[in-house]
Structures are given as C-alpha cells and as structure tokens.
C-alpha cells in the first residue's frame, strides 16, 4: 500500500503542554472518563466525502487541495488510492469508524448496472482494508444530490423515473452498508425540498418521501440489515426549504405517517445553527425525544448564512455538546462524524490532520468539562430547584394529572399573590465559564 501522507507521523497525545502541531493536546484516547475511555465516550468518525473526495473548490474557483492520492487517469485506480489514504488517514489518527456515501468511494459507470458492480468491487477491497485494518463503518448513505438527475430532488421529485433510479441507489447502498457491517444509515435529504410553490405539490412530495422511508425500512428487514436508521435535518441548502427542516419537523413528519418507531436523528451543528437553533437545543430536543441517534460535528461561521461545515474549535460549544451526550447516557451505536472540511486556503494534505486534531482535541476537552459538570451536578440541581414547585401540593396534582380547569381555577383565587424567583442566567453562564477556564 502506497503511503500518501509520509510526512505526518502517527498522532500521539503529548498533553496541553505541548507545542506539537502533530500531537494531541487533549484528546487521550485511553483516558478512562467515568466507566469509558475518551475512545469510547467520542467514537470520532471520519467523513470520507470531506477528508478524501473533496477538492476545495468554491461558487468562484477551482479545487486548491493537495490531494496524492488523486494523481491517476484511471477512476478505478484513484478510488483505490482514494481508499488507502483514508486507511492511512484514520490509523494516524487512530480513527476507528468512518462514514461514506456511495459515490465517494466508488465513480459512477455508463449505466446503474455498471455503477453498481464497480460499487462492488470497491466496497470488496474496502471490507478488505477494514479488516486488516480494525475500523467499522459508522454509517454508510446515498448520495441522490450531486448528478444532474436528482435537479428535482430523488424520494420527492415530479419525475417517476428519478424515483424509481434513487430508491434503487438507496437499495443498493443499504446492501453495501450491511456488507461492511455498518452499524447506521442514514438519509439527508440531499435535494429533497423546494424552491417555491408555484410548481411544487407540497403534499404528494411529502407522501412520497414517507413511502420511500417505509421501503427503505422494508427492505433493510427483508435484507436483514439491522442498523439504526437516521434522518439528519437540514432546514434549507441546497434548496431553498428542505423538507427534514429541525429535529421537531422531522418527528413531525415521522409520526405523521406512522414511521417514527424506526428512525432516529443524526444530527449536525452547522445545520442547526442554520435552522436558528443552538446544537445543544437540537441534540436536546432529540435526547427528550429519544431520537438522539449520531451526531455530525462541525461548526458554522456566525456572520455566514451557509453551511460551512468548518472543523469544530468552540470549546463553549463542544462542552455544552458532550453535556447532553453524556445526558444522555452515550451516542452509541451513533458517533462524532467529522463532516467538517478544511478552508480552501489549507490546501496541504498536512491541514486535513491539523483539522482533526483542532476537532477531537476540542471535543475531548469539552467531555471532560461536561463531565465534571454533571459529576458535581451543579446545574441539574440548579433545574431541579427551580422546578420544585412541580414536586408537591398542586404542582404535583399537574404533574400527576389530577387536575382540571375548576380546581386550578379554585387554586388560583386562593393563591393570587403570587411570588417569582429570578432565573439566574448571568450567574450560571459565568459558573459555566469557570468550569470551562479552570479544568485542568
Ligand atoms: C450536507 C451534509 C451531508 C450529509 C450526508 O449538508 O451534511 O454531508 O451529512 O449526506
Ligand atoms: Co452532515
């Protein structure tokens, strides 16, 4: 196997003394947390699509990356090259999970039969590297976005054919995803939104995309592909409305058509900051739900309204991040995908680890702040508090629902002088900044 990054050494922890560009300052692999490794705590993922198949290019320029591995004429050659940089790639990290979409690791042929046996003979030499390399697949998807057919979308486009093409694509990557022992899968919905009204029917594309779920979840049964199946909201871009808008819309909509006991959410930090939502608020509103399924981590640019799905740094993010994941009890079978990409400035290979290192190392030190944080459980008594009413005389009545409108009403004229008690906000956000500036 040919190396493609020889000038990066395998990626050690040094500690956050350290002034190795090529180490780890805070992300010990190793390191116990309560009864789990960091490892184990994170289940950091690497997003082939960003990592090994982007170019860098943007709406004015070309492709800047310095990619070694994409030197052939062959596209079959530079799939396999494309492969071994990524087994590279994760064992100098000590990565173990990685996520692709079809078309990321495989070319398309001239027509779907060809696509698909090339998807064949790739995914073969990819279960190949996995074992003898130790990594699993976290999720594996179809990409229904990129070639020019899905222009109206895939489950929810006007045109049958392209339906028909897209639930035979997902059919086929589910089929390879269980091949390899992926442990999700998950559907963004690419293209599937609109751009406005004026042509679109609302209401036949939504039932669409639920009989293009509930085939999907058929299928995998009939297949016996027993992974976790995940939607990942994303409230516009491409299109101007996506349909999976925010965490609540897609439960929505999964109740809505009878399908929510199969799919839980995969969420992503630049998506929901987009939505107008903080991270936390999704991941929370998931984890309530019990739809918190596996997270793709990355950050947005606050003065940006597009996703630019920058390496994660924010530690104040990060930690309020690990403090619902260890909320809510661990992300397995989800992970941290990486589905972040370098700037286009960073165009040396070398900035691919420099941006993994930023983004494992924040998050490895935002679990152990979130984590002394609930260990000292601080803020949840904080709520607990502050809830108290809720645990006895008529709150608990509510709580219980032994009320109704006459007893409360009956409640109230006895009770109308009525005191409050302050909320504290400034107070707890400057605590919250003494757990992140004093751990150690
Ligand atoms: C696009 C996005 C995708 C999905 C997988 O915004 O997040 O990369 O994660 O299709
Ligand atoms: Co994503």
């Known amino acids: 196997m040919s190396q493609y990054f020889s000038n990066v050494p395998v990626i050690k922890y040094e500690g956050k003394e350290s002034r190795n560009a090529f180490a780890f300052k805070y992300y010990n692999a190793d390191e116990v947390i309560g009864r789990k ?5 994170l289940r950091f993922t690497m997003s082939y699509w960003h990592t090994l198949a982007a170019n860098g290019s943007d709406p004015f320029g070309a492709g800047t990356y310095q990619k070694p591995w994409d030197n052939e004429a062959d596209p079959m050659k530079i799939a ?4 071994e940089a990524a087994f590279e790639f994760m064992n100098k990290l000590g990565i173990e999970y990685f996520a692709f979409h079809d078309r990321d690791i495989a070319p398309e042929g001239k027509d779907l039969a060809e696509t698909n046996a090339i998807l064949d003979q790739i995914s073969d030499y990819c279960k190949e590297l996995m074992k003898a390399n130790n990594k699993k697949v976290l999720w594996g998807t179809a990409n229904l976005f990129t070639n020019p057919r899905f222009v109206h979308g895939a489950a929810t486009t006007c045109n049958a054919d392209v339906y028909a093409f897209a639930a035979a694509q997902v059919k086929k990557a589910l089929e390879v995803t269980k091949e390899l022992g992926g442990e999700n899968y998950v559907f ?6 609109y751009e406005t009204l004026m042509n679109t029917d609302l209401k036949l ?6 009989r293009f779920f509930q085939m999907a979840v058929d299928y995998a049964q009939k297949i016996g592909f027993t992974g976790q199946f995940l939607i990942e909201p994303k409230p516009k871009e491409p299109t101007k409305h996506q349909y999976d808008f925010d965490v609540a819309t897609v439960m929505a909509f999964l109740r809505n058509y009878g399908l929510e006991r199969y799919f839980k959410m995969n969420i992503e930090a630049n998506h929901a900051t987009l939505a107008g939502h903080t991270f936390q608020h999704e991941v929370a509103v998931a984890r309530i739900n019990g739809v918190l399924g596996s997270l793709d981590i990355n950050q947005g640019d606050p003065n940006l309204g597009w996703d630019t799905d920058q390496f994660p740094t924010n530690i ?11 909320k809510n009890g661990g992300i397995a079978p989800g992970g941290l995908n990486f589905d ?9 290979a070398e900035d691919l680890f420099l941006g993994y290192i930023a983004g494992m190392d924040t ?6 702040i979130a984590y002394r944080m609930l260990e000292e459980g601080e803020f949840e008594k904080v709520v607990k508090e502050r809830y108290s009413s809720f645990s006895e005389g008529i709150g608990k009545d509510i709580v219980d629902g032994k009320t109704d409108f006459d007893a409360l009403e009956k409640y109230a004229l006895n009770h109308s002088a009525i005191k409050n008690k302050s909320g504290r906000q400034e107070f707890l956000e400057a605590r919250l900044n003494q757990y992140i500036l004093n751990e150690q």
């Open 80 to 83: 396999k090259a494309k492969m």
């Open 205 to 210: 594309e939504q039932d669409n995309l639920a």
């Open 316 to 326: 104040y993010d990060a930690t309020l991040l690990m403090y619902e994941v260890l």
């Open 363 to 368: 998050l490895a030190q935002g679990l152990r």
């Open 37 to 41: 490794t960091m490892k184990e705590h």
């Open 340 to 348: 972040a990409k370098v700037r286009r400035a960073s165009f040396e």
């Open 188 to 193: 963004w919905g690419g293209r599937e939104g």
